[in-house]
């Protein structure tokens, strides 16, 4: 009855499929069905869907809270099953596996997700501009903690005097990302005036009225919330409560986290059978299926012509896994067995530093279109394909 009253035909066949896919992920993973591919597919699909409802639930809260808040609300609960997978990783002792994920997690966000969302957004309504201060900020945050990253990994590869200590650096370096983080938090939580995308008076009259005569509404309307009676009085009414929004929000995290366990356990089997390096699983394959909310969200919103918000989205994932989710490995590595540092192998830190510039440098000037997008998803196929021999 309360799925009827809240849920679109479409949304509630999403729920249904997730709640199906993860089950039978479940079941594959404790009663050892399917072989050795099936519960590593099964899982990732899990993610997938997970991610598409975190989807929804993003868009119900965007416009309450504002593109920062959204993108850091968003990017943590994204960024929790990228926390499980890497520590189930290293307790693994998949020590290449856990440190690709972290630099393939950052360059999936800031090559292929935002390049995507640039094509698709480019594609669909031409040329999209975003708050320049925004990007700015973003941009500050995100060449601070990684050129963090990057000192440890100096220290070793210059032979410093630091060298042999990188374990004691690596914390000390990860207890001020933390503290630069949490007062990074205020501006950007701050919902700034005027934000939402290219079209704020629209988008303010359809949250006056109730309309969703906007190209958001009618965005809406054609994910399926509007092909019947319904779907029709659901879009009417603006969409999910917030109450439901953040409760599909943080039970979609939880359950992501759990299939984060089940994909790990069966990464080490699909490696072997289908002949893939430790390097290239995490590079590329983990860090997509753990960064699934993101590469879904961000090019939802930028179809959708909420530029704003895709850029919180998918930057603000970067910037936490740097600032947040490296430093909590770290220190929470001991935990599981294991001594994990900051200290990069030589190409990844190369890749990383360039990726970075490369999308700081397209985005500062406020506006994107489907050719910086392709150049991006470009870069990040080159710096993949480097990767695949190991």
Known sequence: MICGMVFSRSETRLVGLTVLVTAAAGVAYYAHVGGTIAPFVLSAVALALLASLVGRSVEAIGDRLGAGATGVIQSALGNLPELFVVLFALKAKLYQVATATIVGSILANVLLVLGLAFIVGGAKHGTQRFEAAAARRISLMMVLSVGALVVPALTA???????????????????????LFAASLPASLKKQQGEGGSAPDEAAAA????????????????????????GASHATEGGWPIWLAITMLTVSGVLAALVSDWFVAGLTPAMDALHISQAFAGLVIVAIAGNAVENVVGIQLAARNQPDHALSVIL??????????APALVLLSPLVGASFT???????????LLAVVVTVVVVLDGDSNWLEGAALVTLYAIIAASFWWG
């Open 157 to 179: 590869q210059l032979h410093s005097p630091a060298a042999g200590h990188e374990r004691a650096l690596s914390i000390a370096v990860s207890v001020l990302l933390l503290v």
């Open 207 to 230: 949250t006056e009225d109730g309309s969703h005569a906007t190209e958001s509404g009618a965005s809406h309307a054609a994910a399926g919330a509007s092909d019947t009676p319904e």
């Open 316 to 325: 603000q994932s970067p910037v936490q896994i740097a600032m947040m989710v």
């Open 342 to 352: 900051l200290v990069l192998p030589p190409l990844l830190l190369v890749s990383l």
